[in-house]
């Protein structure tokens, strides 16, 4: 799998002690506590952990949560620049079946992704926002077991508004966004059509935001 390439060397960008706190603050108030963290070990330009929260009462799902790709500044448009949507975090919802301890590819490919998606807008000089969609290589899938060829940044499901920022003690904003996967005939509705109007058409034919690797396609 292979939705970009191109690495290079960046300079370092940490969260302050301060802004960490305020990101994990926000996580565990709106998406929920959690015990287990996959540290990145080795770090070349931001420092990004994967947080896991396990299904509870409230959520019958694993939620995946990124912490640390928002200490970059993404390089967004000069139109866009006075929004506040140039940090983010990313979070992905999988099934409370779903084995997030295994490093097979047909398991691990959503913290793959992630990671990928975290480095995207520091290895392209460029940004990530609500609607934007990133493919495998024509011909790929996400994973041997699928037909999902894309993934995609929708507003955070199943929290509240509040959930969908996070201000850091300066002020800044931390935007949070949901990464779901999609078929290449989704992708292309996207492209000809709108985000928002694909993102309501899932709605009403009662497709899950929740990873799932046999879904229906939305027609």
């Excluded at 960008?13 to 565990?28: C, F, G, K, R, T």
Aim: hydrophobic share 35%; aromatic share 10%.
């Amino acid at each position: 799998m292979g939705i970009f390439n191109g690495f290079k060397k960046n300079k370092y960008e940490m969260y302050s002690e301060e802004e960490l706190n305020a990101i994990d603050n926000h996580i565990v108030k709106f998406y929920g506590k959690y015990e287990t963290v996959l540290h990145e070990l080795v770090s070349t330009d931001i420092h990004v952990d994967i947080i896991k929260i396990l299904p509870n009462e409230e959520r019958n799902y694993i939620t995946l949560v990124t912490e640390g790709m928002g200490a970059h500044s993404m390089n967004v448009p000069k139109s866009l620049k006075n929004q506040d949507i140039d940090r983010i975090e990313l979070v992905c919802y999988l099934p409370a079946d779903w084995d997030i301890e295994s490093n097979d590819d047909i398991w691990y490919w959503p913290i793959s992704c992630l990671k990928m998606l975290a480095r995207l807008p520091i290895y392209e000089n460029s940004w990530l926002g609500f609607g934007h969609t990133i493919g495998v290589a024509e011909g790929e899938t996400l994973a041997e077991n699928t037909k999902l060829t894309n993934v995609m940044l929708i507003k955070p499901e199943n929290v509240s508004e509040d959930a969908t920022y996070c201000l850091l003690p300066n002020g800044e904003k931390v935007l949070f966004y949901q990464m779901i996967a999609i078929y290449t005939e989704e992708f292309e509705f996207i492209e000809e059509n709108d985000s928002d109007i694909f993102i309501e058409k899932m709605k009403q034919q009662n497709i899950s935001s929740i990873i799932d690797i046999n879904r229906n396609c939305c027609q």
